[in-house]
């Protein structure tokens, strides 16, 4: 498990910094963007600027969650574990969300292994500090009840996915929802983490990522998987990519 490797306090809550630089850091997150001014003045002070990297583990199940994340940039995978230890991927989380969903229920432990995929930053905040602060922020409790059922549709599409698409188009629809979260082309990938992230086997995986490549969709090296052709991914990814992003706007536009 990796550690921390580095703080920063954030700015004033009243006016978050949105530029990096003299010790100040931008704020990505949307949740955080979208709570008032009161709000802020709440929280900020009790959050942590921290800096995580590659695979960094950040809850694992059946553990006490001492602290909760609100993702800056970068991107985490929710992970459900088996008891022989076999691994699939059931969520991405990214700057759009939060990684300690049960907490805002009152529940104490995961479900789930949350980990990052690459270098990511977050606003650390722990556990017992935002249960205190929640009955203050409603905007903000409101945010977070969203995001969770956004994440919970998330996963019961993926459950789905899973278990009725091929692995070239699972890893399509993966690798569109990646990018959807870090903005970038680029990801750091091997075959055995991706099969542990698609349920699939490392052959699997090399096989499907073989095909991508020859079809001019992605470009594959050994640790690194970069997106040569967009619109021919889309075409390649299941039906579940566009679920997933179509009910996500239908529900953000309701809200607003």
């Not at 990684?99 to 556990?127: C, E, H, L």
Request: overall charge positive.
């Amino acid at each position: 498990m990796t550690s921390i490797s580095s703080r920063a306090p954030l700015k004033s809550p009243a006016a978050p910094d949105r530029s990096s630089g003299n010790g100040k850091q931008p704020l990505g997150n949307l949740i955080l963007k979208n709570i008032g001014r009161k709000e802020c003045a709440d929280i900020f002070p009790s959050l942590e600027f921290v800096h995580l990297r590659l695979h960094q583990i950040m809850h694992e199940p059946g553990a006490v969650i001492h602290s909760v994340y609100f993702l800056n940039d970068g991107m985490a995978s929710v992970l459900n574990v088996q008891p022989d230890g076999k691994s699939v991927e059931v969520g991405l989380i990214g700057k759009e969300g939060f990684v300690g969903v049960p907490v805002i229920f009152g529940f104490k432990t995961s479900a789930t292994r949350i980990i990052t995929q690459g270098d990511a930053t977050a606003y650390r905040i722990p556990t017992d500090v935002l249960r205190r602060v929640l009955p203050t922020c409603p905007k903000l409790k409101l945010e977070l009840e969203r995001f969770s059922l956004l994440l919970a549709f998330q996963s019961s599409q993926l459950a789905a996915c899973n278990r009725l698409h091929g692995v070239e188009e699972r890893l399509a629809r993966w690798l569109l929802m990646s990018y959807d979260r870090i903005g970038s082309k680029t990801m750091p990938l091997t075959q055995e983490f991706l099969g542990q992230m698609l349920g699939a086997r490392r052959t699997s995986v090399s096989v499907a990522a073989s095909i991508l490549q020859k079809a001019g969709m992605i470009t594959y090296t050994r640790g690194n998987v970069t997106i040569s052709n967009f619109d021919k991914l889309r075409q390649a990814a299941c039906d579940c990519y566009t679920v997933i992003q179509n009910q996500t706007e239908s529900w953000q536009n309701e809200a607003r």
